[in-house]
């Protein structure tokens, strides 16, 4: 067994250095497209995105009490409050929700 997870990390770390290295090899010319441009900027927000929301809505076992932290994370952000302001917000609102 030892073998297959020797060979498991070494695709793992060809495939991390692959995705890496391709594009600084591949864009070698400043982008002056708009749209590559937005959609570069834009890639981290919608990973970061996608790997968050789910662990958001499965994180407190029930969906009721996450969707209620959801939401006031999601006003305060809009009002432009401070990170520890929202996050802390949010934690203390499911918890009161999750005493009820």
């Not at 297959?4 to 060809?14: D, I």
């Amino acid at each position: 067994m030892r073998a297959e997870v020797l060979l498991y990390v070494l695709v793992m770390a060809l495939t991390t250095y692959l995705v890496r290295m391709l594009p600084t090899t591949l864009f070698r010319k400043k982008i002056k497209s708009r749209f590559a441009k937005s959609f570069f900027y834009y890639i981290p927000y919608a990973v970061l995105s996608a790997m968050t929301f789910p662990a958001i809505l499965y994180s407190t076992g029930s969906l009721l009490t996450a969707t209620v932290g959801l939401a006031v994370a999601l006003v305060l952000a809009l009002f432009k409050r401070s990170l520890i302001e929202v996050s802390l917000a949010a934690c203390f609102v499911v918890f009161l929700v999750g005493l009820i």
